[in-house]
Every structure is written in structure tokens, then in C-alpha cells.
């Protein structure tokens, strides 16, 4: 699809004006996006692709100005990120397989038809496509992002050494960010699919989240879906485990899934809701249903901390997460929504700034019964055996 010339000038506007008369919001590279036209699959057969480019190497944008690729940023099986060496805050994608070029760029072109997103300051979505010297498309360009991977807040070693002030109120501050964010992407009906610590940022200052490699997301645009074809076994839903992801479209349910494991994860310092004593790989603890919390589960949560974390957590946040991985595991309907979350959060940041409930990410001791909550039913505390 061909973006109208006024529509790529103003795009690209928006790309070259320095950093440092441009906005920024919560420390993420935010420009304004023009309106773009209805989107329309491109009509003819693509070219054949030369080999991708590399650092040093030329690419074009859509107005044919050559723009120089910097260094190499990431590299995974899906492609390689680079920077503009004229344009720091704007990072490239290009395919590993040239042959992946053609099929991406419909999907590409669909997304840059959604404005609201290529907007939002939270999401590296794609902003322009890029082209070889034959005008071939061979990848696009986004916002570029900062701050911390979740895999941060997952690991208490890299915590203790990047954030050794952080609190539990500042984990709760980041999920409700995080929450947020997969609502305005719901509401535009796209769903993340790959739910990987390394694909989400925080800013430790502001707690806003960042969400990168949106180029995998599932999107719909006039009624065409363009699907998520990857994905991590350990943060998805049991009915998903089994699928391929490249043919099969993902559902709200198993996102709510996902997003609570993540949240988990994040409060739990890395541990997993399906990690137990003695217990197999969490995937196919996932397949098989087989998660410590609450009780009758036929199983404890491995030796650790993770019980008196466990047990410091609200009432309610303990009741989304059983809901979620036990009821919602046969019955994904049951799976909290995130409206549920946004508001067991905001309540949860509330209790912790009245001091009702521990600061402290790892606390040394259980929290008492009856404290902190209103209730005191054991079915939501999980079992400290194997502590």
C-alpha cells in the first residue's frame, strides 16, 4: 500500500525533528502521527528480495532519502534490530529471511493505518516501512523505547543490583501500568500473544511500561486478522500449549491468562504459578493443571520465599490469581478481566500507602492470619508446606 506523499512527509517530519524539541512522555520518544488512509493488501506480486542489509549499509525510506543503519541493537530468529546513525531515537527492523519480507508487509501496512497506537508513547509500533535500493520493502521503523526488561523485576539478583530501593508498591505501580497498556490494546481488539519478560520495559522512575516487538502482535484491520505466530510455552494458557500459533488466532481469555502470569511472575520475584515441590517443567505443569495455590491442589509450592510472599499478598489479588490459574484452567471464561486487575491494584497501591499491608519484597516471616484483610479463609493463603 502506498501512503499518500503529504501523509510520508508528515510521517517522516515527525522522525527527523531533533530530540530535543520534540515532547517526551514519561521518558518514552513520543511524536505525533498525521491520519492515515483505509488500508488496502497490496495488489501485485512482490519482487525478488537481494540479501539483507547490515551496520554501514543504505536503506531508503518512503521517500526515497537514504538513511544509514547504526549498530545492531538485537538480533533473534524473527530479524535484527538496528539504529539510524542520523536518527538515534528511531530503531529498525529487518527480517533474518528476505523471504519473510513479503508476507510482513501487509501486516506492516496494516498497522500503520492505526493511529491511536502509532501514537501511544507506550508501544514501539511501526511508524514507516523501509526499502532496498530496488524500492522493495525490507522492514520498518519504530519508536525507540527505554527503560529496564521485566526480566529485571523476575530475577532478585538483577533487582538488588539495578533497583535496591524498590518496594513492593513500586511493583504494584508497574503492573497497573501494565494492565492499562493491554487495555487501549484490547480496545483496538489487538492482542500480545507473546507474553516474554524481554518484550516489555519500565521506566523505575515514572513505573510506565513499554511494549516492544508489537510487530508480533495480533491485529485486525477491516476484518482481515493478522495473526501472532510465536510465543513462550511457560506463559501460556493450557488450551494454547498445543496449537500453532501461525494458523491459529489467539483469544481474550488466554491473553488474560498470560497477563496474569506475567503479573505474578513480577510479584513473586520469578517464581511460577505452576512451580511446586518436586514438580515437573511449568509448561507442562500449565497442560497438566497442576498449581500450589490454594487448597486441595495436590501439591505445595517449592522451598523458598515464595510462600511469605504469597501469603502477604491481599485477599483479592489472591483470589484473581486462583481464578485464573485454577478455575480458569478448565473454564478460561473464569480468568479474571483486566478491569478486575486495574482495580485490585488500585486498591492494593492504596492499602500499602496506609501501611495496612508489607512494603517488603521478600518478606522474612508469613503475614499473620486476619491481618491486613478482611478475610482470613485459608483457601486463599495456599499451602506453606515445602516452604
Known amino acids: 500500500m502506498k501512503l499518500p506523499l503529504m501523509n510520508v512527509k508528515r510521517r517522516l517530519r515527525a522522525y527527523v525533528t531533533p530530540e530535543s524539541s520534540r515532547p517526551v512522555c514519561n521518558s518514552y520518544r513520543y511524536s505525533s502521527l498525521p491520519q492515515t488512509p483505509t488500508f488496502r493488501p497490496p495488489s501485485k506480486a512482490l519482487s525478488p528480495r537481494l540479501l ?47 523471504t519473510n519480507a513479503s508476507g510482513q508487509q501487509e501486516k506492516i501496512e496494516a ?15 511501526p511508524r514507516i516501512t523501509v526499502l532496498n535500493q530496488r524500492n522493495d520493502y525490507i ?5 525507540r523505547m527505554t527503560g529496564l526488561s521485566f526480566h529485571t523485576l523476575g530475577n532478585p539478583h538483577l533487582q538488588r543490583e539495578k533497583l535496591p530501593r524498590w ?25 500480545v500473544g507473546d507474553h516474554n519478560p524481554g518484550n516489555f520495559l519500565f521506566d523505575p522512575h515514572t513505573h510506565k511500561v513499554g511494549f516492544i516487538d508489537c510487530d508480533s502482535y495480533q491485529v485486525s484491520v477491516q476484518s482481515k486478522r493478522y495473526l501472532c505466530p510465536v510465543g513462550v510455552t511457560q506463559y501460556l494458557a493450557p488450551e494454547a500449549q498445543a496449537l500453532d500459533w501461525s494458523r491459529t488466532p489467539r483469544t481474550v ?20 504459578p505452576y512451580a511446586h515441590l518436586s514438580g515437573d517443567d511449568p509448561a507442562e505443569n500449565i497442560r497438566n493443571g497442576k498449581c500450589p495455590l490454594g487448597t486441595n ?20 489479588m489472591k483470589n484473581l490469581f486462583i481464578l485464573a490459574f485454577r478455575d480458569g484452567h478448565k473454564v478460561p471464561s473464569s480468568r479474571p ?8 491494584l488500585a486498591i492494593y497501591e492504596g492499602r500499602l500507602l496506609q501501611g495496612h499491608f508489607s512494603n517488603e519484597l521478600a518478606p522474612m516471616k508469613p503475614k499473620p492470619p486476619g491481618t491486613g484483610t478482611s478475610s482470613s479463609t485459608r483457601e486463599f493463603r495456599g499451602s506453606r508446606h515445602g516452604r
Request: charged letters at 20%; glycine letters at 12%; a positive charge.
Open 139 to 143: 522492514g520498518f521503523g519504530m519508536r
Open 297 to 316: 491442589s495436590g501439591c505445595v509450592m517449592p522451598r523458598g520465599p515464595w510462600y511469605n510472599i504469597w501469603s502477604h499478598l491481599p485477599y483479592r
Open 111 to 125: 498497522m500503520l493505518t492505526m493511529d491511536t497506537l502509532g501514537s501511544d508513547s507506550a508501544f514501539a509500533w
Open 253 to 272: 481469555e488466554q491473553e488474560r491468562f498470560s497477563a496474569a502470569l506475567m503479573m505474578y511472575r513480577l510479584f513473586m520475584l520469578g517464581g511460577h
Open 167 to 191: 518496594t513492593r508498591l513500586d511493583t504494584v505501580r508497574v503492573c497497573l501500568s501494565f494492565v492499562e497498556g493491554l487495555e487501549r490494546l484490547h480496545q483496538r481488539g489487538v492482542l
Open 52 to 98: 539483507p542489509p547490515g551496520t554501514g549499509d543504505h536503506v531508503f525510506d518512503p521517500l526515497g532519502k537514504a538513511r544509514r543503519l547504526g549498530a545492531v541493537l538485537a538480533r533473534g530468529g524473527e530479524g535484527t534490530v538496528y539504529t539510524f546513525t542520523d536518527m538515534p531515537h528511531v530503531l529498525v527492523k529487518i527480517p533474518t529471511d528476505p
Open 337 to 344: 478481566t483486566l478491569r478486575e486487575w486495574r482495580q485490585a
